[in-house]
């Protein structure tokens, strides 16, 4: 069974740092791109970043360039997202999401196929 299942979320000022972490089984961790997407209310899905399958390219939305950094250890399974300088508009639950293909050049992220449960980041004072 595929699954991918995220933590890390949680209550931050702004200004504050949180690391989302995605751990993947039931698939080959280490032949999948994967990206970072979320949600809220007022704005929908929003594409956060991406991670090629070895780890480069990475790629982030223009609002997130700067502040958040996308990685991954294939021999964890596991994909981060360090968050720093958070912003209240930051605030939002966050999917990891694994593309459905095996990609050998990135010129686009998705289609999916996996989503995780999603994890809430709030960032309030």
């Known amino acids: 069974q595929v699954q991918l299942v995220e933590s890390g979320g949680g209550l931050v000022q702004p200004g504050g740092s949180l690391r989302l972490s995605c751990v993947g089984s039931?698939?080959?961790?280490?032949?999948?791109?994967l990206s970072w997407i979320r949600q809220t209310p007022g704005k929908g899905l929003e594409w956060v970043s991406g991670i090629h399958s070895d780890g480069e390219p990475t790629t982030y939305t223009e609002s997130a360039k700067g502040r958040f950094t996308i990685s991954r250890d294939n021999a964890q399974n596991t994909v981060y997202l360090q968050m720093n300088s958070l912003k209240p508009e930051d605030s939002a639950v966050y999917y990891c999401?694994?593309?459905?293909?095996?990609?050998?050049?990135?010129?686009?992220?998705?289609?999916?196929?996996?989503w995780g449960q999603g994890t809430q980041v709030t960032v309030s004072s």
């Open positions: 039931g698939f080959t961790f280490s032949s999948y791109g």
């Open positions: 999401a694994k593309e459905r293909d095996v990609v050998l050049v990135v010129t686009t992220w998705g289609p999916y196929d996996c």
